[in-house]
């Protein structure tokens, strides 16, 4: 058994239990059969929200630890041509937070 479980460990695939060592959201173990020791982090996540009515940042925090983190989700509109020239670029506007993206040029 014991040359069984060192040839797992040489693979990779270690063992043994994982604990939660206070508030934290990392997991370690200790290999039972290599001594090893790993350590893992997971958070449990709770759902995004944007942080003001007219702004695209939103922000989440892990309910374990109180880790933060952050990202920017727009609203965008349509597609739409800026004029109506031959190649004119399209352009789409937040709805939110009302910034504009912009193709270079679109040949229709």
Request: hydrophobic content about 25%; proline content about 5%; aromatic content about 8%.
């Amino acid at each position: 058994m014991n040359v069984l479980r060192r040839s797992l460990c040489a693979a990779g695939l270690h063992s043994g239990p994982w604990s939660h060592p206070g508030a934290r959201c990392e997991s370690t173990r200790v290999c039972t059969g290599c001594g090893r020791n790993d350590e893992v982090v997971q958070h449990t996540w709770g759902a995004f929200a944007y942080l003001a009515p007219d702004r695209c940042e939103q922000m989440r925090r892990c309910t374990r630890c109180g880790t933060t983190q952050t990202r920017t989700q727009h609203v965008w509109g349509p597609w739409l041509y800026a004029n109506t020239e031959f190649d004119a670029p399209q352009i789409h506007r937040c709805r939110r937070c009302h910034e504009t993206e912009k193709t270079r040029y679109t040949l229709r």
